[in-house]
């Protein structure tokens, strides 16, 4: 069956902190897609990165970057240098190729916090 | 663009009112989506459509329904409302050339109370 984890429910660091953002997929596909979405206390949902199960280079987009490993079945976020403007709910996703409809198995999300 | 669009953005029910959500999207995306977001969890897929007239029950459909008239609207309907679905609802449309993979946009949502 198919299942995102976040393990981590609330994070909370320092402006200008590392953090990692743990995500933990099970799928029987080979084919399919990991996505992280970002919702800020706005309450909208932003897109950020889609990855194919067939691509595990890492990527790097200004402070942000992914690591995915299929051996162990992560697709965890790093943001550099944190800043408050990245304080927010993340959502890790899965869909897979043969789920009709495309349909987007969520992770409940984790919350991260950025004090100044 | 507009992209995805919502409305209202928050709504206050009794127990067996009807109402129904609307979302509309200017991309000229064949696919949409509903999803529910209850607190502390993550999204929930209710109802999802892959063009006009062809509609699909998602994780969690009972206590709604959807219809697909044209490709830009896709409504929610909830029939007698119960506090269950309480919730923020969210619409998405993506592209329809390999649904898997194609990316899905949300529109702002819609929060919804039934007291």
């Known amino acids: 069956a198919q299942k995102v984890t976040q393990a981590q429910t609330e994070i909370s660091v320092v402006e200008k902190e590392d953090v990692t953002l743990d995500c933990v997929y099970e799928?029987?596909?080979?084919?399919?897609?990991l996505f992280w979405y970002k919702q800020p206390p706005s309450g909208e949902l932003v897109f950020l990165i889609r990855?194919?199960?067939?691509?595990?280079q890492n990527e790097i987009s200004g402070r942000y970057s992914w690591n995915f490993q299929k051996s162990t079945s992560s697709f965890n976020f790093t943001i550099t240098a944190s800043q408050v403007v990245d304080s927010a709910v993340y959502f890790c996703a899965l869909s897979e190729a043969g789920n009709q409809g495309g349909k987007l198995i969520f992770g409940q999300g984790t919350e991260l916090s950025v004090k100044p | 663009n507009a992209g995805v669009t919502q409305t209202p953005k928050f709504r206050i029910l009794k127990i067996g009112q009807s109402m129904t959500l609307q979302c509309a999207q200017d991309?000229?995306?064949?696919?949409m989506y509903w999803y529910r977001q209850d607190p502390g969890m993550g999204l929930k897929l209710i109802y999802y459509s892959v063009g006009a007239g062809i509609t699909d029950k998602g994780e969690v459909p009972n206590g709604y329904n959807v219809s697909r008239s044209t490709t830009e609207d896709f409504p929610l309907r909830l029939e007698l409302a119960a506090p269950s679905q309480t919730s923020v609802y969210f619409c998405?449309?993506?592209?329809?050339?390999?649904?898997?993979?194609?990316?899905?946009?949300f529109g702002p949502g819609t929060r919804l109370l039934v007291l």
């Open positions: 799928t029987r596909d080979t084919t399919y897609y």
């Open positions: 991309m000229n995306h064949n696919y």
């Open positions: 998405a449309s993506s592209y329809s050339r390999d649904m898997y993979q194609e990316t899905q946009y």
């Open positions: 990855r194919n199960s067939f691509d595990e």
